[in-house]
């Protein structure tokens, strides 16, 4: 995959998982919101075959680390497209 798929992958992913743990962090703690993103990011990347090493061309043995890691990756994304879209509004 073009590495600028890969990005474009990345930034939809996070938005995504931003979109969907919105709505949590209505009913929950900042820290438990956290969490929550974490394992939204984790679990869509399982659940679509995401890994940010595999897209980047990259090979393992383990695709789950690939998966957990790049779930991780995104859900951070997710938290810092939120800041940028709450400066733009400002």
Known sequence: ??????????VFMSVVVEALTAIFRQFI???ASEIVT????ITLCFAYNVGIFSTLGLTTRYPLVDYIVSGIIISQGS??????????QK
């Open 29 to 31: 703690s900042t820290r």
């Open 79 to 88: 938290h810092a497209l939120s800041e940028l879209f709450k400066l733009r």
């Open 38 to 41: 974490i394992l939204v990011g």
């Open 1 to 10: 995959m073009d590495p600028l798929d890969a990005l474009q992958t990345l």
